[in-house]
């Protein structure tokens, strides 16, 4: 079945495919050549997305090196789908190893590294424009002007943030809306149902504050799969990258299961619950072939019934720590409102809008 169902990004006008092609393996250099496809290998897979609807496409200067930014720029070139295409790309890492400046997230750094993605690219503007990871030192007010120069100049037409505390993505927010400047529309974030941590303050902030939230590794590095059950090779063959924990591996049997009674894969369980959890604008899915993305943009041609959806909502959840303990419904019914119920709106109160 074709991606032929978009949705608004965050607050904003956008519209986006709720599968994301992430092509972190377009090219083979760089940090990422381990598992990177050169450009006739990964010519059908980005068919593929396109034949299928899909039109939200995300890359970053740091993926193999530059090479995933040419790459897909030669594609959609060739395609001529440059004004069809959600075209995404990210910024913060050093292209320089010995210039200071030539990495994070100051305003010198982020407008060079546009400037090179746009070559690299083909094109004049990115549709998205992301921080790919807090450094930890550049004011956020600075981060949010040069956003802003960066639309009003026409490089840019959204702006957003990637890997970074939520803290930061709500003064970021608040201070482009207290002075009528670029509001961010996107928040890339790790989320799948091993790693449900974004849901504690993340996706809340994101959905309070206009911000549509982009899952990048839905599958948790393949682990959701199910194909390291039994020793299988890749990426987490290598010791060090064994950080499962017991409770990890025995999610994966319920997973089984809830794939076994809808007759699809675990894996297209798992993309489907995470593109179909509250906040999510999209989960962003990766191949190393036509085939295997198909069978994962498939992911959406079933619904998982509640009932199966709560088996797999409580063998990933994670428990609510420290303050966020009294945040829960039952502390709150127990000292906020005792034996009353109290709620936000009533069911229905703002139905959906949709135009089909």
């Known amino acids: 079945m074709p991606l032929d169902q978009y949705y608004l990004l965050g607050r904003s006008g956008l519209r ?87 990495g994070g997230n100051g305003r010198k ?8 993605s746009l070559r690299r690219l083909g094109t004049d503007y990115v549709d ?13 007010e600075e981060v949010v002007r040069t956003f802003d120069d960066l639309v009003r100049a026409g490089k840019i037409r959204y702006a957003g943030l990637s890997d970074v505390p939520a803290w930061y993505a709500a003064r970021a927010q608040s201070i482009a809306e207290a002075h009528a400047l670029t509001p961010m529309v996107n ?22 504050l206009g911000l549509g939230v982009t899952a990048w590794s839905p599958l948790a590095g393949g682990f959701l799969t199910g194909k390291y059950r039994d020793g299988g090779a890749g990426r987490l063959a290598d010791p060090a990258a064994q950080t499962w924990t017991e409770r990890d591996w025995q999610l994966l049997k319920p997973l089984d299961e809830v794939a076994g009674k809808l007759g699809v894969t675990m894996a297209q369980v798992a993309i489907n ?25 498939a ?27 009294m945040f829960t419904p039952g502390y709150q019914n127990w000292v906020v409102t005792p034996d009353l119920k109290i709620g936000d709106k009533p069911e229905g109160y703002a139905p959906a809008v949709r135009n089909w």
Do not use: C
């Open 16 to 102: 986006v495919s709720r599968l994301a092609l992430g092509t972190m393996n377009f090219g083979t250099g760089g940090f990422h050549a381990a598992y990177g496809k050169t450009e006739d290998e990964v010519r059908p897979i980005f068919r593929e997305y396109l034949d299928h609807g899909g039109n939200f496409l995300d890359t970053a200067d740091f993926y193999t090196a530059g090479e995933s930014e040419t790459i897909l720029g030669r594609l959609i070139a060739e395609a001529n789908v440059r004004d069809r295409v959600v075209l995404t790309t990210k910024f913060t890492n050093s292209v320089d190893p010995g210039d200071p400046n030539a």
């Open 109 to 116: 750094h982020m407008i060079r590294a546009l400037e090179a």
């Open 128 to 140: 998205l424009f992301l921080l790919h990871t807090w450094d930890r030192l550049t004011p956020v």
């Open 187 to 208: 928040l890339q974030l790790p989320y799948s149902l091993v790693q449900r941590e974004i849901e504690t303050e993340h996706v809340p902030m994101g959905q309070s």
């Open 273 to 297: 619950w995470v593109a179909t959890q509250p906040g999510m604008a999209a989960a962003i899915v990766g191949a190393s072939s036509a085939g295997q993305l198909a069978k994962s943009m």
């Open 299 to 325: 992911a959406l041609d079933f619904e998982i019934p509640a009932e199966l959806r709560a088996t797999l909502d409580e063998a990933s959840a994670v428990p609510a720590a420290s303050v966020y303990r």
